[in-house]
């Protein structure tokens, strides 16, 4: 336990009432030790990893987010309080990673996604690589309207002969059942992804490249935000870290310049918080960086936001 952690617990001893022991309470989110009652948020994290195509290590993302979260101030500007600003944000058991084979796994993601949902806690899943969106969107107790931070589309039929590949995440999310597709950040995609972004209604995707235009891009971005204001019905939001420009997430599978800023982010999770029926998040292709932590602490940054968001909105 380090000072910083267990001066944490002490100075919010009114809302984390008892921390159980050393054990329980490292690797938990924000440092914030398990308490009794029902979760607002729960932390849930899956080290999901067997297609990654290019760079690896998001097994071990959810830990070294968790890891890092213990670094993130708890006064949140939204709240102008300090989480969990008497709330419960808890932190799961991760998924076991149990199943010899891609659809074993899936299918025991699905199995998990649907224990955490029933818990009734909003849940903030930590991937793992971005395969775990089908699974998640397969789990929801309601249909939903997929909001998605990415670089990639993710809408390819299938990647090196398997559909089920990271790359195809969107596609299969759409497939298992989802009202609409509102993605944005995208930069790389091939000619099949953008002819399915521009043949099927239900996918509405802001190109980096406008919304990030220096000629016209603030303008492109309002239509974004106006756009996912007026989503009806519940929404789940899936930020794919590598959405954000590579600067920011140097560690993730597949870094791409010209992302979004880190503000761009939370400008999406505040206005759809504020606007919309958020059922569940995830926050996913998180990869322990190692010569400095700024990959994982940008991945527990925004997972705080969405947890603050979602307290919020409680009151
Ligand atoms: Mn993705």
Redesign the pocket.
């Given at each position: 336990m380090s000072i910083t952690q267990q001066s944490r617990w002490v100075e919010h001893g009114e809302h984390v009432r008892k921390v159980v022991n050393d054990y329980i309470a490292e690797g938990r989110f924000l440092g914030l030790a398990k308490v009794d009652g029902p979760a607002d948020v729960t932390i849930a994290p899956i080290p999901y990893e067997l297609t990654t195509s290019y760079g690896q290590g998001t097994a071990d993302g959810p830990a070294a987010c968790i890891k890092a979260s213990a670094q993130v101030e708890l006064y949140d500007d939204l709240l102008g309080d300090e989480l969990p600003a008497n709330g419960i944000i808890d932190t799961a058991n991760p998924w076991n990673g149990e199943g010899d084979n891609l659809h074993s796994q899936l299918n025991g993601i699905t199995k998990y996604a649907a224990r955490i949902y029933a818990t009734g806690g909003f849940p903030i899943f930590l991937g793992g690589e971005?395969g775990i969106l089908p699974p998640i969107i397969r789990a929801s107790p309601q249909k939903v309207t997929i909001v998605?931070i990415?670089?990639?589309a993710?809408l390819r039929s299938s990647l090196d002969g398997e559909p089920y590949s990271?790359?195809c995440?969107?596609a299969r999310a759409m497939d298992e059942g989802a009202i609409a597709l509102y993605q944005v950040g995208i930069r790389a995609y091939c000619k099949e992804e953008l002819e399915r972004i521009e043949s099927d209604d239900r996918i509405n995707t802001w190109f980096a490249r406008e919304v990030m235009s220096p000629c016209g891009g603030e303008e492109k971005w309002r239509t974004w935000i106006a756009a996912i204001s007026s989503i009806q019905g519940p929404v789940h939001l899936t930020i794919?870290l590598?959405g954000l420009d590579g600067s920011l997430v140097p560690a993730t599978g597949t870094p791409v310049p010209g992302g979004l800023s880190f503000w761009h982010a939370i400008e999406t999770i505040d206005t759809l918080f504020s606007n919309c029926d958020v059922i569940s998040a995830d926050v996913?292709?998180i990869v322990a960086q190692q010569d400095s932590p700024l990959t994982q602490f940008t991945a527990a940054m925004l997972a705080t936001r969405i947890a603050a968001a979602r307290i919020h909105t409680l009151r």
């Amino acid at each position: 336990m380090s000072i910083t952690q267990q001066s944490r617990w002490v100075e919010h001893g009114e809302h984390v009432r008892k921390v159980v022991n050393d054990y329980i309470a490292e690797g938990r989110f924000l440092g914030l030790a398990k308490v009794d009652g029902p979760a607002d948020v729960t932390i849930a994290p899956i080290p999901y990893e067997l297609t990654t195509s290019y760079g690896q290590g998001t097994a071990d993302g959810p830990a070294a987010c968790i890891k890092a979260s213990a670094q993130v101030e708890l006064y949140d500007d939204l709240l102008g309080d300090e989480l969990p600003a008497n709330g419960i944000i808890d932190t799961a058991n991760p998924w076991n990673g149990e199943g010899d084979n891609l659809h074993s796994q899936l299918n025991g993601i699905t199995k998990y996604a649907a224990r955490i949902y029933a818990t009734g806690g909003f849940p903030i899943f930590l991937g793992g690589e971005h395969g775990i969106l089908p699974p998640i969107i397969r789990a929801s107790p309601q249909k939903v309207t997929i909001v998605q931070i990415d670089a990639h589309a993710d809408l390819r039929s299938s990647l090196d002969g398997e559909p089920y590949s990271h790359a195809c995440a969107a596609a299969r999310a759409m497939d298992e059942g989802a009202i609409a597709l509102y993605q944005v950040g995208i930069r790389a995609y091939c000619k099949e992804e953008l002819e399915r972004i521009e043949s099927d209604d239900r996918i509405n995707t802001w190109f980096a490249r406008e919304v990030m235009s220096p000629c016209g891009g603030e303008e492109k971005w309002r239509t974004w935000i106006a756009a996912i204001s007026s989503i009806q019905g519940p929404v789940h939001l899936t930020i794919d870290l590598d959405g954000l420009d590579g600067s920011l997430v140097p560690a993730t599978g597949t870094p791409v310049p010209g992302g979004l800023s880190f503000w761009h982010a939370i400008e999406t999770i505040d206005t759809l918080f504020s606007n919309c029926d958020v059922i569940s998040a995830d926050v996913n292709e998180i990869v322990a960086q190692q010569d400095s932590p700024l990959t994982q602490f940008t991945a527990a940054m925004l997972a705080t936001r969405i947890a603050a968001a979602r307290i919020h909105t409680l009151r």
